[in-house]
């Protein structure tokens, strides 16, 4: 397989700008079709984005004979079977976070991967960008000595600017978004945590609906312990008073500590009674770095950024703080 092209399964909001465009930018990579259940929204989607194809229906889409590779972007309720339907039909699928609804929904995943010999990322594309590169580079070289504490707070106001607006805000609907907020931003940071530190050893938690302002929890607490006795714990707060806002990770060692956050471009070392600052600059199409990454474990030019199994991760922490 010498270039990949793409068919899109749900071109949303999120591919508009932070995913789709990267496809057509990355070398050895072109969309082919993108689909969309609203004919018209996909017409549009494709003009705009010069795109020559759209589809209302998924089959359709994964069954065209000149797509090799499919970008699952729907809502997580739909990924499991979209993606099976790929890969069954020789394709090779990169696929939103969070990955599946559930645990067992991923480890059917890798059982049908195993059996097509289809190729799978997960898009957990903060693993290629320069802050947590950098930070994981950090970690490595022992600066702050061995790490011991890992602290993560986020509190948001409802409705928070953070949060990705959808026409019919599927996001706090758990049935289609596995649990509410937690789960569409949790993953990220998770991801990065047992990317850096491993597979955790243990982890508990719970999550309640404090403020019941949808179906979805507001708010989850977890605790985890990695290897070398490192422990972890984090709140996720949904239904915070702007004055209280935050979102912020320290990563303290025996010498030093990181300050940053998953959602923004700077990032602190402090040490010896010093503190330095990294800024970093993102791609204006934010996957674009772990989409060039994809088409290169497709075409057998680097290892796989983020396989199921790493994925798998992230899902078995969430449900062991939420389930």
């Given at each position: 397989m010498k270039d990949i092209t793409w068919g899109i399964l749900?071109?949303?909001?999120?591919?508009?700008?932070?995913?789709?465009?990267?496809?057509?930018?990355?070398?050895?990579?072109?969309?082919?079709?993108?689909?969309?259940?609203?004919?018209?929204?996909?017409?549009?989607?494709?003009?705009?984005?010069?795109?020559k194809k759209w589809y209302a229906n998924a089959d359709d889409l994964i069954n065209d004979p000149k797509i090799n590779s499919i970008y699952v972007a729907t809502p997580p309720a739909f990924h499991k079977n979209y993606a099976v339907k790929a890969m069954k039909a020789g394709k090779n699928v990169y696929i939103e976070k969070p990955v599946t609804l559930t645990v067992d929904e991923c480890e059917k995943l890798i059982e049908v991967e195993k059996q097509t010999n289809q190729k799978v990322t997960v898009a957990h594309y903060r693993r290629a960008l320069p802050l947590f590169v950098k930070l994981k580079e950090l970690i490595d070289s022992g600066i702050i000595g061995e790490v011991r504490i890992i602290d993560l707070k986020l509190l948001q106001k409802p409705n928070s600017d953070m949060i990705a607006k959808s026409d019919d805000n599927w996001r706090l609907n758990p049935e289609i978004s596995g649990g509410g907020l937690?789960?569409?931003?949790?993953?990220?940071?998770?991801?990065?945590?047992?990317?850096?530190?491993?597979?955790?050893?243990?982890?508990?938690?719970?999550?309640?609906?404090?403020a019941e302002?949808?179906?979805?929890?507001d708010i989850t607490v977890g605790q985890i312990l990695f290897k070398n006795n490192i422990t972890f714990s984090g709140i996720w707060n949904f239904n915070a008073h702007p004055n209280n806002e935050i979102e912020q990770c320290e990563i303290i060692g025996s010498t030093g500590k990181i300050i940053f956050s998953f959602f923004s471009n700077e990032m602190a070392l402090v040490k010896d009674g010093q503190t330095e600052v990294f800024s970093f600059e993102n791609p204006h199409h934010i996957q674009q770095n772990m989409i060039e990454k994809t088409v290169n474990y497709f075409i057998d030019k680097e290892e796989n950024p983020c396989s199921l199994s790493d994925a798998l991760l992230s899902i078995k922490l969430m449900e062991s703080f939420t389930r």
């Open positions: 749900g071109c949303g909001d999120v591919t508009e700008v932070k995913s789709g465009p990267a496809f057509n930018k990355v070398v050895n990579s072109k969309i082919e079709a993108v689909m969309r259940r609203d004919a018209k929204k996909a017409e549009d989607y494709a003009k705009r984005h010069q795109i937690f789960f569409d931003l949790a993953p990220h940071q998770l991801d990065i945590l047992v990317h850096i530190f491993g597979a955790p050893i243990l982890s508990k938690g719970f999550s309640k609906n404090q302002n949808s179906k979805a929890d």
